[in-house]
Every structure is written in C-alpha cells, then in structure tokens.
C-alpha cells in the first residue's frame, strides 16, 4: 500500500521556537494533503487541507499564521508552528490523497509528537 | 456541517467473541464515503474498512462487517472472532468526496482473554 512519512516523529522544543514537520508521500503523488492535530485521548481534529502548489485552506479557529502549510511538491507538505507555546504541544498527524485515487482514501503518516517546554 | 456521533467511549469484548460498535452521522449529501479507522497505542492510523453511500451492500473485509443503513444514517462495524490485537481506538469517519475526513470522538476497544 502507499506509504506515508512524517518527520520527526517527536520533537521538544523551547517556547518561542519555531518547529517544522514534513509529510512526504514515498510511493504516490498526491494533489492533496490534510494536517490533524489531536490531543490525548479525543478524536483527530482537521487543522488545514493543503493543495500543491496553491495556498492551504484553514479550518475555523486555527491561525494560518501561526500554523504554516506549505505544499511545494506532489511529494512533500510542511507544517511550521511558529513561535510555539505549551498549549500547541499535541500530536500532529498528517494525510495524504492520492492522484485520481479511489474511494477518497487517504494514508495517514505516523504522527509527530509535540512537546513545547 | 456534518458530524459524527459515536456513543460508545468505551467497548469490551472476549477473545473470539463479536462486538458491534455504533456510529450515526448527520449529512445532507446523497454521495458520500464512510469509513472506521483503527488506531492502536503505536497512534498510526489503521483504515478498517470502506463503503461508498451510493453502495447498498454492506462492505466487508475478512473479520470485520459493516451495517450500512443510509436513511437511518448509520454505520456500525462488527468485528468477529475477536482477537488480542484488536484492541485499539476505533474511529468512525465521514467524507464528501475530494474533502477531508471528519472523525467521530472514537470508542476505545478492550479485548479480553
């Protein structure tokens, strides 16, 4: 099945800092790719769908400032917190669509764990 | 906005046995996919099984069934001959096509020896 990276895996950085997250898509291109954050034990909520080569859409309530998606391959979405706080710390997961794939399914990557000190 | 509502937070089942988590959603759309996902300790987000709403059959994949009932707008899956490995996080999705999917709060599977 199509394969899904995310990197890193876990990262604990000071507040303040800026973290980035990557999600490539190792075996597929995809037009399209999703970030989720969810926090312990609740459900994965959408923060943005990003499209290659054109801008994110944001969900409501999350800060396109703060959260930056960019999309510059078929391959690659990044997701930077910019200055993060403790309450960004959270479980950051990401998707990704295939081109002209069925069934509207998507392969999540592993997660990226967040911790801001 | 369409939601999904799983109201079950916590389920049990022995090793062998069958077990039916629930899930309803509210839509307006006639053309749809609804899917569970499974998500164990290790979070990697596990797809279960899938069924497009324009599908009156109820999908199927090995061990785990669907109950597909588009005007009561619900979807439950029932795993059988349960086993160890089951244990998990279970998630209920819907998605309009093209569009991200909207997860249900989840219900956390326990399996018993």
């Known amino acids: 099945g199509a394969v899904v990276s995310q990197h890193p895996s876990r990262v604990i950085c000071k507040s303040g800092t800026s973290v980035k997250i990557e999600c490539r898509s190792l075996?597929?291109?995809?037009?399209?790719m999703f970030w989720y954050r969810q926090f312990p034990k609740q459900s994965l909520m959408l923060m943005a769908t990003s499209n290659e080569g054109s801008k994110a859409t944001y969900e409501q309530g999350v800060e396109k400032d703060k959260f930056l998606i960019n999309h510059a391959s078929l391959t690659l979405s990044t997701l930077t917190v910019t200055s993060a706080h403790p309450e960004d710390s959270s479980f950051y997961i990401c998707s990704a669509r295939a081109s002209g794939g069925p069934y509207n399914e998507q392969f999540f990557g592993p997660g990226t764990r967040l911790t801001v000190l | 906005a369409q939601t999904v509502t799983q109201s079950q937070p916590e389920m049990s089942v022995q090793e062998a046995e069958t077990v039916t988590l629930s899930c309803t959603y509210d839509t307006s759309e006639s053309d749809y996919y609804l899917f569970w996902y499974k998500q164990p300790p290790s979070r990697q987000m596990i797809l279960v099984i899938r069924q497009e709403a324009y599908k009156q059959q109820n999908a199927t994949e090995n061990r785990f069934s669907v109950n597909f009932q588009k005007a009561a707008k619900s979807f439950s899956l029932k795993i059988s001959d349960s086993q160890l490995g089951d244990a998990a996080m279970y998630f209920c999705?819907?998605?309009?096509?093209?569009?991200?999917?909207?997860f249900g709060k989840g219900t956390s599977l326990l399996v018993t020896p």
């Open positions: 075996d597929f291109q995809a037009t399209t």
């Open positions: 999705a819907y998605a309009n096509s093209g569009y991200a999917l909207n």
